[in-house]
């Protein structure tokens, strides 16, 4: 028996196996889109709601043309990107106090429940009045969607740290701070990078309700207005922008995970 | 020249519903560079009292001291702890994991690193430094563990078990390991243990401890032949089979105790 041989073999038939996949992926992708098309162009569905790929193209070039499409598109995504890492940063470090202090963790455990269990998004009009109809309430909406789910989530990932690694520390008379940083940081990085996942879509979420609410700027207010003067073109269009975008985030944070978790 | 005193230690774990005794007027004394260990039944307190002497809390009641110090109160005292599994950091590599010790108190980075190699090559490990605990075997993971432990060079080495885990080849080849390392660094320590033959093997004396609350009930010394033998040749030895019996029969009778 050859091992070198069965070796290749193995890891042509991944890649042979890996082909398929991306083709039947590719395919799907690629039939949603005619398959849309045609039931646009054959009247199947309503052209008027549901527009069509061969529409939206053109509109793309147009809003690209014009530039409109970027402009409101980097300010969406600027809102995003800042509500993310803000709602993630912020919920991280509460976390860290509620394990410094268990007495307060204690103390703020049915606040935490109530906030948690409260629809954020409810907040806008107050934020709206509070900070202003601009980029900071919509931020600000982006971040709190996500922050004490964020906060919830890495605190309890840090109390189930195994406690013998605390021991192994203290052995070596390491300080609070120091066993924070060697060994509940890292040991819960895996639970941070999934919260990072989920905050990505939470914050797009918080960000486009915002833009609803403002309507000012950003992809949420082309959906919104799209949809006051009946123009889904323009609806559907953002929303293919969105999905690609919040795609691209997603991968971002994957990599982010190759990274951080080299352990593993 | 006396090391280490346990004068009068209680212990006692308190939670809402139940209040535990674990330990009952705890008295020893374990001199300088000498190797005792702990037996006794499963639950007798035997890591509680490691635990103490660790410093890892202090007892409910009673004294404990180094060269005349109490052990809570001196920071600067270093205390070789090695657990039952080897509790190496996953994110770290090795070389990381040793030097972890002396990352802590704030030592040069280079030194610690050579001074690492030196370890790993003491405790017989190949060059492993800058591979990931996950990438070693059980066994060399518990050599990288002894190192990380002497690399702060204890006063004293407190041993919970730590060959439990292992085959019983791998468990032979570190207890040959330990017992020389700790000759030749002339250093004090305390092994818990499971393992009466281990005890004997590895011991200069060996303390016996009956269970609920735990108590010392009775007190070894490893007959002069043994010691200064390798744990592997004393288990060969006449005088180790012996002693075995007379331990043996004192464990069953604690055991018995306990039953009835
Ligand atoms: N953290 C704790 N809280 C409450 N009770 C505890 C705690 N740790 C140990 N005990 C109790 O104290 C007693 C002694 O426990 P300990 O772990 O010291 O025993 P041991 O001799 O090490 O046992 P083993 O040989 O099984 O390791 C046991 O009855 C145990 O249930
Ligand atoms: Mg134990």
Sequence with gaps: MNINKLHEEYKANIRKEKRWVRFYQLLILVSFFVLWEVASSLRWIDQLIFSAPSKIGQLFVEKIADNSLIYHTSYTLFETVLGFILGTLVGTILAAILWWSPFLSKVLDP????????????????????????????????????????????????????????????TFRASRSQMFKEAILPASFPTIISTLKVNVGLAWVGVIVGEFLVSSQGLGYLIIYGFQVFNFNLVLLSLLVIAIFATIMYQVVELLEKKLIKSE | ????????????????????????????????????????????????????????????????????????????????????????????????????????????REASNELASKLLKDVGLPPVEKKYPRELSGGMRQRVALARTLAVDPKILLLDEPFSALDYQSKLKLEDLVHKLMKEYGKTAVLVTHDIGEAIAMSDRIFLFSARPGRLYQTFEVPEELRRLTPFEARAHSSYSSLFQIIWKELEGLEHQQTS
């Design chain 1, 111 to 170: 606040y935490l429940v109530v906030l948690n269990s409260m629809p954020k998004v409810a907040l806008g009009p107050i934020l709206i009045v509070a900070l202003g109809p601009g980029m900071s309430s919509i931020i600000t909406m982006g971040a709190l969607i996500s922050v004490i789910i964020s906060t919830i989530v890495i605190y309890t990932a840090f109390r189930t740290v195994d406690s013998n690694y605390l021991k192994v520390l203290q």
């Design chain 2, 1 to 108: 020249m006396t090391f280490l005193s346990v004068s009068n230690v209680h212990h006692t774990y308190f939670s809402s519903k139940t209040a535990t005794e674990a330990l009952s007027d705890i008295n020893l004394t374990i001199d300088q560079g000498e190797f005792v260990s702990f037996i006794g039944p499963s639950g007798c307190g035997k890591t509680t009292l490691l635990s103490i002497l660790a410093g890892l809390f202090p007892p409910t009641a009673g004294k404990v001291q180094i060269e005349e110090q109490d052990i809570m109160k001196n920071a600067d005292l270093s205390i070789g702890y090695m657990l039952q599994q080897d509790y190496l950091f996953p994110w770290k590599t090795i070389e990381e994991n040793v030097t972890l010790g002396l990352k802590l108190l704030n030592n040069n």
